[in-house]
């Protein structure tokens, strides 16, 4: 009896621990957003929004805030490195789940874990001196979408893989039993076995 109201007590504790860290994170992004706020409001209130639209570029120096081009980049890098990366993901998760030996598959996984532990920084500082003189030699300039594409793929990549592997791994055993007892193959198993489970 005693152990179940300690273990109750520790419970209480840890809860309410991980409430006040999160109350703690949320107002630091508070924080962050009211100190934007107030930084960005005296230049909001001299300027109209649709000039940040209708100006010929941005040099704030020269009271010109045009934004389309970053936001366009922002918008283009990101489908880019979606319809690169979410194939890519998908068939390293089939890979290590499905088809790789299993000492390769436990290594592999352990490789997209540590390339998902990896900081963004660290990725753009590489992609900014390795991989950007590299693609500037084949197509200047190599500071480019492109570039931007192939570096934002590369750190959602090891995302997209350890969440899909995690799906897979979530599917019961007894599904590929039974795929196999009706002598499905492989591919079929994957085809047939994880639509059904979704629609289930």
């Known amino acids: 009896m005693t152990n179940i109201l300690s273990q109750s007590r ?16 949320a107002g630091i992004v508070l924080l962050v957003f009211l100190f934007l706020l107030t930084e960005s409001l005296p230049i ?14 941005w040099h704030p120096i020269q009271a010109l805030y045009n934004i389309t081009p970053m936001l366009s980049a ?6 880019g490195a ?37 900081p963004s920084v660290v990725y753009g500082f590489w992609g900014l001196t390795t991989l950007a003189p590299l693609i500037g030699l084949i197509h200047p300039p190599g500071v480019s979408l492109l570039t931007a594409i192939f570096i934002l793929a590369l750190m959602i990549l090891p995302t997209i893989a ?31 076995v994880q639509p059904t489970l979704k629609a289930l």
């Not at 922002?74 to 489908?79: A, H």
């Not at 799906?167 to 492989?186: D, E, H, K, N, Q």
């Open 74 to 79: 922002t918008v283009l890098s990101t489908l």
């Open 10 to 25: 520790t419970d209480h504790t840890l809860v309410i621990g991980l409430r006040l860290c999160a109350l703690l994170v």
């Open 44 to 57: 909001l209130t001299h300027i109209l929004i649709s000039r940040f639209i209708t100006n010929q570029s």
């Open 82 to 118: 979606l319809l690169l990366a979410t194939p890519m993901g998908i068939a390293s998760a089939l890979f290590s789940r499905y088809y790789a030996p299993e000492f390769l598959a436990i290594w592999y996984r352990r490789l997209i874990e540590v390339l998902a532990g990896i």
């Open 162 to 192: 350890l969440t899909v592997d995690a799906a897979f791994l979530g599917v019961p055993t007894t599904y590929y039993s039974g795929a196999a007892a009706l002598g499905l193959s492989r591919w079929s198993t994957i085809k047939i």
